[in-house]
């Protein structure tokens, strides 16, 4: 079975189209302001209207208000949310819509308890941990801190590219793989060969 495929913090129309066109499962749109590939809500909607059937459209949010949530769900079609802040189970759980939750990994034990409290949700993003930014670092973590045994599908995040998103399949055997720098010619603008190369890498295996 093909490992899934996330390409993240999408900012143009193109980039949603060749991200699609190339066969990507689902699609990111940040709604966290000081990342340099957020999008508004207004913007976010013009860039889902062009995701067909069948590929997921994803919002991320960092500590958002209910509020805030709430609004990109009234106007925006979105399939799943991700939290990559510090949210707690019970507000990820309360919109009535799927959602996975991120892990910013440092040490040992932590995804195992993140598996257990984070029970409800439909997927575990695990992703480097950097005391400033909520992902989108560049950076890859331990994956020997992954456990084999887990309770939830979990997503692989942080650092991935085209050059080791293979070997990160091989190794840690996600249900899904999820990339915004690495297909990236500057910070929000992907780049088409970059996402060709990164998703055939990713089903090579």
């Known amino acids: 079975m093909n490992t899934r495929v996330k390409i993240c ?3 143009r129309v193109e980039d949603v189209k060749a991200a699609v066109a190339k066969g990507a499962d689902a699609l990111g749109f940040v709604f966290y302001e000081p990342s340099p590939r957020a999008v508004t809500i207004e913007q976010a909607k ?3 209207g062009h995701v067909p059937a069948f590929v997921s459209v994803v919002g991320l949010f960092v500590n958002p208000s209910e509020e805030q949530v709430r609004e990109a769900l009234d106007r925006i079609p979105l399939d799943l949310l991700q939290f990559h802040g510090d949210e707690t189970p019970e507000f990820c ?3 009535g819509r799927r ?3 991120a892990v910013r990994v440092q040490q040992a034990g932590q995804i195992e308890k993140a598996l257990s409290d984070y029970h409800g949700a439909s997927g575990l993003l695990v992703d480097a941990w950097d005391p ?6 560049g950076h890859s973590f331990n994956w020997d801190l992954i456990p084999s045994e887990r309770s939830l599908p979990l ?3 942080g650092g991935l590219s085209s050059a080791n998103v ?3 399949v091989e190794k840690v055997k996600p249900w899904a793989v999820d990339v915004s720098g690495g297909v990236e010619k500057s910070k929000g603008i992907k ?3 970059k996402i060709s190369d990164f998703i055939k890498e990713a089903h090579r295996v």
Request: glycine share 12%; net charge positive.
């Open 9 to 11: 913090g999408l900012t």
């Open 46 to 48: 013009v860039l889902a």
């Open 93 to 95: 759980s309360r919109f």
């Open 99 to 101: 959602w996975i939750k």
């Open 132 to 137: 400033e930014r909520f992902g989108g670092t």
């Open 155 to 157: 997503i692989l995040a």
């Open 166 to 168: 293979a070997r990160a």
């Open 191 to 193: 780049d088409i060969e």
